[in-house]
């Protein structure tokens, strides 16, 4: 998170040695793109079936193309749209004797939607906040057998993550360029938790709840129309 705080620090001076700029406005369309990474912050169970047993799962980041459409009802709220081609997730056992090993890959999907209140700006930085609910969906699980297998005896073994609800909270800043572009910095905290269910030839074997609740931040530039 260092890189994303001296970017936002980039952002504010530059607002500050800037004239004043007009805020977005109601009926206005606010298009906002660029990279967006994916930190999670991970809780998980321990598994109880042996050989796994008291091993965790974690999940490490990834960063792909994030958008958010947001339209504006009010000079001062709006409600906003955020999507992203496919997250690809590498998946980690720990804690067991093999120490940190990777056993698998996931992808999931984010769609979330939250109502945006623009803040007091200064100059040309616009910052905004908003509250919302994200759905996520896992999708494309896959079990390196190569290392899971003969942990188990040679079985074919498989992970499944469910879907999940969850509150998501958001907080961004628009640095105003020339008229109706600007950069943008912001970001999430989504409530996200997962049950990973483990199968062996076709039966489940074990069930442990993780809770991901990851960071999302995506540095780009928006349009207004």
């Not at 912050?41 to 974690?58: C, E, I, K, M, N």
């Not at 509250?131 to 297998?149: A, C, K, Q």
């Not at 960071?215 to 530039?221: A, H, I, P, S």
Request: aromatic content about 8%; some cysteine.
């Amino acid at each position: 998170m260092q890189l994303s705080r001296q970017i936002a620090l980039a952002l504010a001076l530059t607002g500050m040695a800037c004239g004043g700029a007009q805020a977005h406005q109601a009926g206005d369309w606010v298009v906002r793109f660029g990279a967006a990474t994916v930190e999670p912050d991970v809780d998980s169970d321990a598994f109880a079936v042996a050989p796994l047993t008291g091993g965790t799962v974690d999940v490490d980041s990834d960063t792909q193309a994030g958008v958010t459409v947001t339209y504006m009802l009010k000079d001062w709220f709006g409600i906003e749209l955020l999507a992203a081609t496919p997250f690809e997730h590498d998946l980690y056992l720990e804690d067991t004797a093999l120490g940190r090993t990777r056993i698998g890959e996931t992808k999931h999907l984010p769609p979330t939607v939250l109502a945006q209140f623009s803040l007091p700006g200064y100059g040309r930085v616009r910052p905004y906040a908003g509250i919302g609910v994200n759905y996520t969906r896992f999708f494309g699980e896959r079990i390196d057998d190569g290392v899971v297998s003969p942990l188990i005896g040679g079985a074919d073994a498989d992970l499944h993550l469910s879907n999940s609800w969850g509150l998501a909270a958001e907080l961004g800043v628009d640095v105003a360029l020339s008229e109706g572009w600007f950069l943008n910095l912001s970001a999430w905290k989504m409530d996200l938790d997962t049950e990973a269910r483990l199968t062996v030839n076709g039966t489940t074997v074990d069930k442990v709840d993780v809770a991901i609740d990851p960071l999302v931040w995506m540095v780009g530039m928006g349009r207004a129309f």
